[in-house]
């Protein structure tokens, strides 16, 4: 796509490597080549060794973490266990995961120049470096400000920043955006593609998300298990969903939609679609023909809304809730109505509000001016204790909680002050154990569990003080697809035990799939609340929002002109309302049988 | 105080590390030459026309002596009972003000006072001063200062590090206490040892979450080329201008005559 001729920039040769105290070997026999300049993208499931290989990448395995390594990594030319990491580290610039810890500057400014000065530039240089990559990120303007004020996303971008800063050729960037907010993801996308277009720079990144990888990606390299066991296009990747589940990476919703078409005989697997434009123009040459009664279809029926909504009290009712952080106005007037056993996804950008709300059910934070009732009792006198038996919240890394030694201590901890027998005591432990089907670990190190089980763990924990609603914040940030349907699997059984549950998510497919209800914030207020289908299809709304609907309803806003009704969320929903109208313009339209005989 | 840089253009900011320090040394030393504290009111009045030229936030200043108003009141009072009449070779110092027990016990000389409003003043002008010192000049430069010290980079490493560590901990450790609240811990009730033994759940997490994040910190300081070279660059200079020596000089020569002053016997009490 770019007229440069290629080199070859990365060379990896037989590369198996252990961490020193590793029971197995986390990377076996890996061989690839990188010309450049490519965007390959590096997927897997967690564990798989992606991160593992990023850092074999510019020396940081094995010069910082030791083992034992095997086989040959060169960039750029340069062996990478002969050279130090601070000289490759002008070739090969990786980005990690957690932006915090990859911020060393009180202000912006100082924090860019501190690559390059380590290096030893001089100072006119530095500044330009600093004006350079701030502008490929997209902070001009942000030199002087504190770095501890930037927002995940800001902080993220001037990572990248800092390592444009060392001007590398070839740029590892190790998840992203997998902790961001849809706004602060396409920020890091929008910096990608600046870059893509002015430098000559290979780009690798690990990422979990299909949609953005399909849309950018010269090539994907998946890993599994510490292997490399597929390389090639996205397309070849994507389009052959029955390949993407095993390698358990979810595939984009376009994807999934032309396969299932393609499974009903409609499609060729190779018409399977790409990208939401691909998909719009297979639909449109699908559905000419059958154009006159798929405008006949009534709408999809809403998902019915909660049956309890009925019963009184409210599980959860706010009324004219304003909260102040100093002078910033964080809640603006909220008023809400949550029924007893309602399932409701809670969206909005980062500083949207969700999370100040959520903190007034359990008195983490008290009003400046509102009433928050949770189960018809004024919040207000009431102690975060004595809430915690209603209202459960369940914080998004289960390392900020988890302190005992066995998974059942920490499961009890919080009925230690609750005055309960501590037989009964015990028993509601292990109740709550096997619910979240941890019993089997019941005696074990926390820490020696995975990412999943310690979230389940701190679900657990909250569950003990058996709680009837949920406050569940970004369950699956961070996680990869398999994770999140776990963690999902287990919100859903808990609202089908009769848990009311209100969730954070970033996520807007996994609010269409699972969420009964929606309700969008927007600078301290609530914008917007319905059904996914309702909500997803208020687009404006949702723009000004900053939020980005599932790709399956963006896909039936391209089509509303054909007749494609706008409340669908779901690749399902899509499948069902094309299907219907393919078999009643094959069967029955004389005019139409002429042109749909053509397709097959 | 490192971190209450304030960002300007007034003279004072665009002054030098070296003389400011020199200028705050000078003006230290000069505090400490008079007791008398009209000569201390006149050093106060010096550095309340700096702040002002700097245009520092006043507010900010009042805040960081306001706590300190009762600590003032008790210094004056024992001063007033501690330096007895004898101590204080003027006469109207050795004046006994008044006495506070019948027969002729527990005076109060009018020195004492004095005295104890002239250290009052020391610790306000110090303060103040201080405050000027932090609030005008970047933490850079004082790092520049260090590296020019011939101090390893290292330390000024740790140093940065650590200041700029210190809002991400504040957060994590807001949100842990969060977490540990919302399931039940109580972590404000009972005795001094339940509330200590309450901050283990705070403690720990808090602990493994600093090693997971120190791992990861030795791994982006390498990224960064940290080591790379021992001839480190930093983005601004620190240079010596004209009005830098004028202050310096200026600071030298009026501590000088404050001296002889003071050996001459002005400002005793």
Redesign the interface.
């Given at each position: 796509m770019r007229d440069t001729k290629a080199i070859r920039v990365i060379e990896v040769d037989s590369l198996s490597y252990k961490y020193p105290k590793g029971p197995t070997y986390s990377l076996k026999d890996v061989n690839f080549q990188v010309d450049s300049p490519r965007f390959v993208a590096i997927m897997g499931p967690t564990g798989a060794g992606k991160t593992t290989l990023a850092m074999t990448l510019n020396g940081l395995i094995p010069q910082l973490f030791e083992g034992d390594l095997e086989g040959y990594i060169s960039v750029m030319g340069m062996d990478t266990q002969r050279f130090r990491v601070q000289t490759l580290v002008s070739k090969v610039g990786l980005v990690m995961q957690d932006p915090e810890t990859q911020i060393f500057g009180i202000t912006v400014k100082e924090d860019v120049a501190f690559g390059p000065g380590n290096i030893g530039l001089d100072a006119k240089k530095i500044r330009e470096r600093i004006d350079d990559s701030l502008r490929i990120v997209r902070l001009t303007g942000y030199e002087d400000r504190f770095t501890s004020e930037l927002s995940g996303g800001e902080k993220q971008r001037l990572a990248i920043a800092g390592i444009l800063a060392m001007d590398p050729e070839i740029l590892v960037l190790d998840e992203p955006t997998s902790e961001l907010d849809p706004l602060g993801r396409e920020e890091i996308y929008k910096a990608i593609d600046n870059l893509q277009r002015e430098r000559n720079l290979t780009i690798l990144a690990v990422e979990h998300s299909s949609e953005d990888v399909a849309e950018r990606a010269d090539e994907v390299i998946v890993v599994n298990s510490g292997a490399v066991v597929w390389r090639g296009y996205p397309r070849d990747l994507f389009c052959n969903v029955p390949l993407t589940r095993e390698f358990g990476i979810r595939p984009p919703q376009v994807c999934e939609f032309g396969w299932k078409l393609h499974e009903l005989g409609y499609i060729k697997s190779s018409d399977v679609p790409l990208t939401i434009a691909e998909a719009a123009e297979l639909a449109r040459t699908l559905l000419a023909p059958a154009a006159g009664p798929l405008k006949a279809q009534p709408p999809v029926a809403p998902t019915p809304v909660a049956p309890t909504r009925s019963s009184p009290p409210a599980a959860v009712l706010v009324k004219d809730l304003e909260h102040d952080y100093g002078n910033v106005k964080a809640l603006r007037g909220v008023n809400l109505e949550i029924a007893k056993g309602e399932f409701v996804a809670l969206i909005g950008q980062n500083g949207a509000g969700k999370t100040t709300l959520v903190k007034h059910f359990n008195n983490l934070l008290k009003p400046t001016r509102g009433t928050v009732y949770i189960d018809g009792i004024d919040t207000t006198g009431q102690t975060i204790g004595s809430l915690s038996r209603r209202v459960g919240y369940v914080f998004q890394n289960p390392d900020h909680q988890i302190f005992c030694s066995t998974v059942r201590e920490e499961v009890g901890y919080g009925l230690r002050h609750s005055g309960l027998l501590e037989e009964e005591a015990a028993q509601r432990v292990q109740a709550v154990l096997e619910f979240v089907n941890l019993q089997g670990v019941a005696d074990r190190h926390p820490f020696t569990l995975g990412k999943g089980e310690r979230q389940r763990l701190a679900v657990a924990s909250v569950l003990a003080m058996r709680p009837n609603i949920l406050v569940i914040d970004e369950p699956t940030t961070g996680q990869d697809w398999i994770g999140a349907e776990h963690m999902m699997g287990l919100v859903k059984n808990l609202h089908e035990s009769g848990h009311t549950i209100i969730m954070i998510t970033h996520d807007m497919r996994i609010v269409a799939e699972y969420a009964e209800r929606v309700v969008v914030m927007h600078r301290g207020r609530i914008v917007a609340d319905g059904t996914p289908s309702e909500v997803f299809s208020q687009r404006d709304m949702l723009r000004e929002a900053y939020l980005t609907p599932p790709q399956i309803s963006q896909l039936a806003t391209e089509l509303e002109d054909l007749g494609m009704p706008s409340g669908i969320t779901t690749v399902d929903e899509a499948v069902a309302v094309v299907s219907r109208a393919l078999t009643v313009g094959l069967s029955g339209d004389i005019r139409d049988q002429r042109t749909c005989g053509g397709i097959d | 105080m490192f971190?209450e840089y304030v960002?300007g253009k007034s003279p004072v900011h665009k002054l030098d590390v070296r003389a400011k320090i020199v200028a705050f040394i000078c003006l230290i030393t000069a505090l400490f030459l008079f007791k008398h504290p009209v000569y201390n009111v006149f050093i106060l009045l010096s550095v309340v026309i700096i702040a002002l030229v700097a245009r520092l936030p006043f507010r900010r200043l009042w805040g960081m002596l306001a706590p300190l108003v009762p600590v003032f009141v008790m210094i004056m009072i024992i001063t007033g009972y501690t330096y007895p009449a004898s101590t204080f070779s003027s006469p109207e110092a050795r004046q006994v003000l008044f006495y506070s027990w019948p027969g002729k016990r527990l005076p109060v000389s009018t020195g004492g006072i004095l005295y104890g409003f002239t250290l009052l003043l020391r610790i306000i002008t110090m303060v103040a001063s201080s405050s000027i010192l932090t609030l005008t000049t970047p933490?850079?430069d004082f790092l520049q200062l260090l590296r020019i010290l011939r101090v390893p980079y290292e330390i000024s490493f740790v140093i940065?590090?650590g200041?700029?560590f210190v809002?991400?901990m504040e957060a994590?450790s807001a949100?842990?206490l969060?977490?540990?609240?919302?399931?039940?811990?109580?972590i404000d009730t009972g005795g001094m040892v339940q509330r200590i033994k309450a901050y283990?759940?705070i403690?720990?997490?808090m602990i493994?979450?600093s090693i997971?994040?120190s791992e990861?910190?030795?791994?982006?300081?390498?990224?960064?080329?940290?080591?790379?070279?021992r001839?480190?660059?930093?983005?601004?200079?620190i240079e010596m201008a004209r009005r830098d020596y004028v202050v310096i000089a200026a600071a030298i020569v009026i501590t000088a005559i404050a001296v002889v002053m003071a050996q001459r016997g002005y400002g005793a009490l």
């Open positions: - | 971190l960002p933490l850079g940065t590090t200041i700029r809002p991400t994590k949100m842990v969060d977490a540990q609240r919302s399931r039940g811990a109580m283990v759940p403690m720990v997490p493994v979450d997971r994040m990861n910190l030795a791994c982006a300081m390498l990224n960064r080329g940290y080591g790379a070279t001839d480190w660059t930093t983005l601004q200079k």
